[in-house]
């Protein structure tokens, strides 16, 4: 697997807040938040018209990325009406606090490899809402939400039930989504089975 910093994605709150300041946007409001390259793969237009099914008056949802769909996400968002709801934040070297700062991550994507940003979410403890590609549902386990991909509806009902959790609820989420992330895809843990790895082959060798 790959490794998770999970020193560096790690929630805070003081983050949390100057983000959120930063934004405009209270802490009353929850954030949909995803991050990924601007191109098909990601499917944001299943992203996209899933908000658009939801109740967003108190909601807004953040996208950190760039790439070459750009012009027709901005087209898509207009047409969707959701000019007030969606911002489109640009690349961003410092996702790890735009994680502190939102309530829930959202993959939408088509097809992916390892699902690197999903890890980073949850050793971040924020709620994963994720689709079924590549090798996303081995990351997210039992700590987070799967939904089939290119289906916007079930996309929205999961995120709808995500915003929907207790305050019981979402923590429990959160603490056994960080606890999953540092006992198998922190740095530490992945080195010490390449480690191991080496060591068996060194000894296969003798």
Known sequence: YNGINVNKFSF?????????AELSIPESRKIVLAIGRLVAAKDYPNLLNSFSLLNTENVDLLIIGAGSELEALQSLIEELNLIDKVKLLGAK?????YL????????SSAWEGFGLVV?????CERIVVAT?????KE????????VPIKSPHELA????HALSLNQDEVSILQRNARHRIENTFSLNHVCHEWLW???KLLCNEC
């Open 157 to 160: 009902n999961k995120v709808a």
């Open 139 to 146: 990351v997210v386990g039992d700590y987070g939400f799967i």
């Open 93 to 97: 070297q410092n996702v790890e606090d």
């Open 197 to 199: 790895l080496y060591r």
């Open 12 to 20: 805070s709150t003081n983050t949390r807040a100057r983000v959120r």
């Open 100 to 107: 502190s700062a939102c309530d829930i991550f959202v993959l």
């Open 119 to 123: 890890a980073e979410a949850m050793s």
């Open 132 to 136: 079924d590609a590549g090798g996303v």
